[in-house]
């Protein structure tokens, strides 16, 4: 947690290396990553998401629901599932972050905020990562709205033992939701609880 600007998306990022380091080492799972090529990474990534602010820029507008959380199938799935099978996981993963399914026919701009960030969720979901980077997920939300997703969010954590790394300035949302906290200032972490 911290103030805005002081770093936190950066840190985010780069653990994910969204963005490269110009120095030290990144390490996930006993892999230093940071010394991982492009290929290399790539076998890594789906076990590494992250969760951006604004959930309808991370959704392609061009593209249904349906299409957008069926992408990962498609990508990393390519000739080993049908497409009822993919069908099928599309409209599980709707129903586990609690859109209906005729939300799957729909595109980002004919849902809500609340609604894209479920959508965001269920894409994520499909590729069973590990590891989740949730870089202030409700701050484009209403208040109602966000404690909706900041349960749905806990709940999904519990029930895949996901590991999250939660950015937020919100000093009540991260007590609630975290195990340790890290406050920085300036880009760097000044103190750990």
Avoid: W
């Amino acid at each position: 947690m911290g103030e805005s600007g002081c770093g936190k998306t950066t840190v985010g990022r780069l653990l994910l290396r969204l963005i490269e380091p110009t120095s030290g080492s990144i390490f996930f799972d006993g892999t230093e990553i940071t010394k991982l090529d492009r290929g290399e990474m790539r076998a890594v990534r789906p076990r590494m998401q992250m969760i951006f602010q604004d959930p309808e820029s991370s959704l392609d507008p061009r593209m249904r629901i349906g299409e957008c959380i069926a992408e990962p199938f498609r990508l990393g799935l390519r000739g080993k599932i049908s497409r009822r099978e993919m069908r099928e996981k599309v409209l599980e993963l709707v129903d586990l972050v609690g859109l209906n399914p005729e939300h799957v026919n729909r595109f980002p701009y004919q849902l809500s905020g609340g609604q894209n960030q479920r959508v965001v969720l269920a894409r994520i979901l499909a590729v069973n990562p590990e590891f989740i980077v949730a870089d202030e997920p409700t701050a484009s939300l209403d208040v109602s709205v966000q404690a909706q997703i900041l349960r749905l969010i806990m709940d999904l954590k519990s029930e895949f033992g996901l590991t999250m790394l939660f950015i937020s300035h919100d000093m009540e949302v991260i007590r609630h939701l975290s195990d340790r906290i890290a406050v920085m200032e300036k880009g760097k972490v000044i103190n750990t609880a």
